[in-house]
């Protein structure tokens, strides 16, 4: 790695597992079209699939002769994988494959990715420069409470955080009194987990009197696996003192990791040496310029278990190309609050949950614990958003509460353009999450 000229804003020296993250722009460029020239020939030579609709297309590996030349190939979906269910583009052979990790399944079957150990060192790399991205040493002690197992949440944040050289707590998701107690008894300097479930992980602390800020040791959180927003951001910190980072990633193009962001915030920096981001227009299918919102779609440009070449994941955001003061040259993606399977569409409008919890938040008398119910009611359906309050807040002063409920309700119609109907419940009483959490109650859908 030595040769490369490294730019930092920080005296600090760059970590080497980051060297990458800081290559000039042409090397980058160049390393891309040198491993998609490799990937796209090796998957042409495995895959069938693939295989067929490049064919169906008259495209061949030598046709890619520049990164440009990467829309002249097909895309992949999820239905590819459910349809190819379970190993169907697998690409390497079982003597190669050392661990299959699937998709949790929130929209559907789940999917296999079956994965070679280079592919979980590229998994773990990413990790590991998300870590070092957020300041994380070796001296810190971290407690992985996602769920270990066919999530790659827990082993990928173990991998990661072990292999950067962190002590590590593998304890995965729930029993919450007891990562409490070990969060406290080790002193733990940093957590990784939804951050739904962190939230959670605060409230039942709470409830016992914990003071996070003064009985624990925690000055890191790696938050990610499902959309959060800025809001929930300042919550989580304000709680507990710790800075939160968000990382992300999927199952079929790793697990976390994929990219995260650096202490600046201006977006998610994006390991492109592996994984190759383009955005798309989702109805036209042409590739978008960056600074334009569409659908983030990867190639993976140096797994070989189950290569996904221009792989549609379904989040909506946009690639930032714009210098970071971090002085990586990796793009960015904004941060990513749209899942279009997550969309709801409530009078005509579209609408994301993290646009409710970005309007709720807003008001300091929530808290960061709410639910979205859609009720079909005859033409117009009903938008109910249920919302805890304050212990302070939750009072028997009608007047007070009802107040209170306005201001929520203008909150959510200023950002949503919507008119809800605002529930406010008392604290604890919400569904709360050891993983991912579900938001949304569609009563208009059979199997709500
Ligand atoms: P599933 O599609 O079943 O949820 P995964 O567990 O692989 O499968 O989850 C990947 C998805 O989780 C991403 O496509 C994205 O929608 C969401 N996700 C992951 N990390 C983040 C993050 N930091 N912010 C927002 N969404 C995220
Ligand atoms: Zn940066």
Redesign the pocket.
Known sequence: MSGFTYVTDTASPVHPVSALDYLPVDQMRALQLHRLQFIVKYAYDRVPLFRRRCEERGVRPEHVKTLKDISLLPFSMKTDLRDEYPLGLQAAPMSEIVRFQC?????GKPICIPNTWNDIEVWKNGVMRCLAMGGVTPNDIVQVAYGYGL??GGLGLHYGAEGYGCAVLPISGGNTDRQLMLMKDLGVTTIACTPSYFLHIIDEGHKKGIDFRKEMKLRHGFF?????TEEMRDKIEEYTGLVAH???????IAG?GVGGDCIHRTGLHIFEDHFYPEVIDPETLEPLPDGEQGELVFTTLDRTGCPMIRYR???LTRIEATPCPCGRTVRRIA??NA?SDDMLIVHGVNLFPSQVESGLLKVPDVLPHYQIVVTPTGALDTLEVKVEVTPENFSDDIRHLEELRKRVGAAVKSITGLTAKITLVEPHTLPRSEG?IRRVVDLRKANA
């Not at 998709?103 to 929209?107: N, V």
């Not at 968000?246 to 079929?252: A, K, M, P, S, V």
Request: aromatic share 12%; hydrophobic share 20%; net charge neutral.
């Open positions: 998709s949790s399944g929130t929209t999530f790659t990610g696996a499902e959309p959060w968000d990382i992300y990633g999927l199952t079929e976390p994941t379904r989040d941060r990513i899942r991912k």
